[in-house]
């Protein structure tokens, strides 16, 4: 860490798609995301996904 921003908050943010993980493997086929929601594999999927994407989000 630079100690020279090491107290201070930069604003920064991302833009565009994240790219799709080798892992997430799973597709929402045109449902609605309710009804994918009911499908354990794409749930965790999904939820891992998300977890991923705004870790990346609240450490740019």
């Not at 009911?38 to 609240?58: S, T, W, Y």
């Amino acid at each position: 860490m630079f100690t020279a921003t090491a107290n201070l908050i930069l604003p920064s943010t991302t833009t565009g798609s994240f790219p799709r993980p080798r892992w997430c493997d799973v597709s929402m086929w045109g449902r609605p995301l309710d009804t994918c929601m009911l499908d354990v594999r794409f749930r965790e999927k999904f939820q891992d996904a998300m977890a991923v994407v705004l870790g990346d989000q609240e450490r740019a």
